[in-house]
């Protein structure tokens, strides 16, 4: 219901930044990591325009969380 309800309202408003927020958030804690990843780089997009920080630090963290621990670690391995 909250997916339906986000998706609705980044649909008829998609400046909203805390509603691709909170989608990124709920697309991520279902485990669907594209969904999650693409709204979180809208949200990104939108919050980097506004220049709000704080925010932006959110959406790190959520795409921090969106990416398995194993594919984080081989990233981190082959950037070394």
Do not use: C, Y
């Amino acid at each position: 219901a909250a997916r339906e309800a986000l998706r609705e309202i980044t649909k008829g408003n998609p400046q909203h930044a805390a509603a691709w927020l909170q989608l990124g958030a709920v697309e991520t804690q279902m485990q669907n990591r594209e969904a999650a990843l693409g709204a979180l780089k809208r949200a990104e997009e939108i919050f980097e325009a506004q220049r709000n920080l704080e925010s932006l630090v959110e959406v790190a963290r959520l795409g921090a969380l969106s990416v398995p621990i194993s594919e984080g670690k081989a990233s981190l391995d082959g950037a070394l």
